[in-house]
């Protein structure tokens, strides 16, 4: 049954993460969008990461593509996997303040030099090994969180890890 369980539900977060449609004004739950992630990257996690989520709120619901916001979260999430090296974890935290939800994934993985912080958001740049990443991930997450009129931040030290923070409109 738990395996059944589980199958299902990586089975649903692929079928929406992959929906492809142009809608903008779809009403996404954030939390939904953030566990469908986990499950299709739970292999990755397993055994090795551990997971703590803390979310304020039962319903947070934003404005824009349920698919593309998927996307976005996905590629934290797979980035905060990447650079941990070993055994680690990621916190992923949701708060309500005023009409934004602030959504911070903090990883323990290596960290980003000062040097590379202003760079992350840049098309084709990369702190991974060459033939390791594009350098589109993050550009694609800054592209998506502009769309959805939202904010997103990094904080990063070498050696301590990062915390990336977006900042979305409830509706």
Same mark, same amino acid.
């Given at each position: 049954?738990?395996?059944?369980?589980?199958?299902?539900?990586?089975? &649903?977060?692929?079928? &929406?993460?992959?929906?492809?449609?142009?809608?903008?004004?779809?009403?996404?739950?954030?939390?939904?969008?953030?566990?469908?992630?986990?499950?299709?990257?739970?292999?990755?996690?397993?055994?090795?990461?551990?997971?703590?989520?803390?979310?304020? &709120?039962?319903?947070?619901?934003?404005?824009?593509?349920?698919? &593309?916001?998927?996307?976005?979260?996905?590629?934290?999430?797979?980035?905060?996997?990447?650079?941990?090296?070993?055994?680690?974890?990621?916190?992923?935290?949701?708060?309500?303040?005023?009409s934004f939800v602030e959504i911070r994934i903090t990883d323990s993985g290596c960290g980003i030099s000062t040097d590379s912080l202003g760079q992350v958001f840049d098309p084709f740049y990369t702190t991974k090994e060459p033939g390791k990443g594009t350098g589109l991930g993050l550009t694609i997450v800054y592209d998506i969180v502009k769309e959805m009129s939202g904010k997103i931040e990094l904080d990063s030290k070498v050696g301590h890890g990062t915390t990336v923070s977006i900042k979305l409109p409830v509706i």
């Open positions: 049954n738990t395996g059944v369980q589980r199958a299902t539900d990586i089975i &649903r977060g692929l079928n &929406r993460f992959s929906r492809q449609t142009s809608s903008t004004d779809e009403k996404c739950d954030v939390h939904i969008v953030i566990d469908d992630c986990l499950s299709v990257l739970n292999i990755q996690l397993i055994n090795r990461i551990d997971v703590e989520k803390s979310y304020k &709120r039962e319903d947070v619901f934003v404005l824009g593509n349920e698919g &593309r916001l998927h996307q976005a979260i996905f590629n934290i999430l797979s980035n905060s996997i990447q650079a941990i090296d070993g055994d680690g974890s990621i916190k992923i935290a949701t708060n309500v303040i005023d």
